[in-house]
T-cell receptor
Framework: DVKVTQSSRYLVKRTGEKVFLECVQD?????MFWYRQDPGLGLRLIYF???????EKGDIPEGYSVSREKKERFSLILESASTNQTSMYLC?????????????FGNGTRLTVT | AQKITQTQPGMFVQEKEAVTLDCTYD???????LFWYKQPSSGEMIFLIY????DEQNATEGRYSLNFQKARKSANLVISASQLGDSAMYFC???????????????WGLGTSLAVNP
């Protein structure tokens, strides 16, 4: 089975801090994704990566950056955390991007910025 | 613009009964894929079932089946013989194959919360 591991389940940070959310997958997937999930807004794509060192902006990239130095690891960076970035963050990976390739998700990181 | 609509914010079903969760979609493309995911209270999104727009048969995976009506643009999830462990949020999603050069994007519905009563 595909395993996508997010480093933290719960995280509390202060406004202005630099925050790193880490995600690792063990199935050699080319594609990795970061979403945030908020009540009433559903899942929104922040960034995705289809190869090492490659990245593309999703729907809401402002305030975030990403890093993919190795195929198995995709990091989401909040350069200066703000309270409106309090959310559930979900990492996902997929083997190929054809119409039928599902995303495999980690358990999520619930981030609170105070 | 592509859109996924899940009109049922919350649903209740009695254990061992079947339940249908609605999903309608809007796309101008002829080639696309439809997904259902389950999200228990633990937070992990779990892939359940997939239907391709050109698939002639409705997809089935164990107790899950997808009632695909292309002309109506609906892709309802049917869960047979509900179990207590089916209590969760359920999300419908769509991927268009060719979308403005970005063919990696999933469009998500807002979800339906299902509660299975003993």
């Amino acid at each position: 089975d595909v395993k996508v591991t997010q480093s933290s389940r719960y995280l509390v940070k202060r406004t202005g801090e630099k925050v790193f959310l880490e995600c690792v997958q063990d199935m050699d997937h080319e594609n990795m994704f970061w979403y945030r999930q908020d009540p009433g807004l559903g899942l929104r794509l922040i960034y995705f990566s289809y190869d090492v060192k490659m990245k593309e902006k999703g729907d809401i990239p402002e305030g975030y950056s990403v890093s993919r130095e190795k195929k198995e690891r995709f990091s989401l960076i909040l350069e200066s955390a703000s309270t409106n970035q309090t959310s559930m963050y979900l990492c996902a990976s997929s083997l190929i991007v054809g119409p039928g390739s599902p995303l495999h998700f980690g358990n999520g990181t619930r981030l609170t910025v105070t | 613009a592509q859109k996924i609509t899940q009109t049922q914010p919350g649903m209740f079903v009695q254990e061992k009964e079947a339940v249908t969760l609605d999903c309608t979609y809007d796309t101008s493309d002829q080639s696309y894929g439809l997904f259902w995911y389950k999200q228990p209270s633990s937070g992990e999104m779990i892939f359940l079932i997939y239907q391709g727009s050109y698939d002639e048969q409705n997809a089935t995976e164990g107790r899950y089946s997808l009632n695909f009506q292309k002309a109506r643009k609906s892709a309802n999830l049917v869960i047979s013989a509900s179990q207590l462990g089916d209590s969760a949020m359920y999300f419908c999603a769509m991927r268009e194959v060719y979308y403005a050069g970005n063919n990696r994007k999933l469009i998500w519905g807002l979800g339906t919360s299902l509660a299975v009563n003993p």
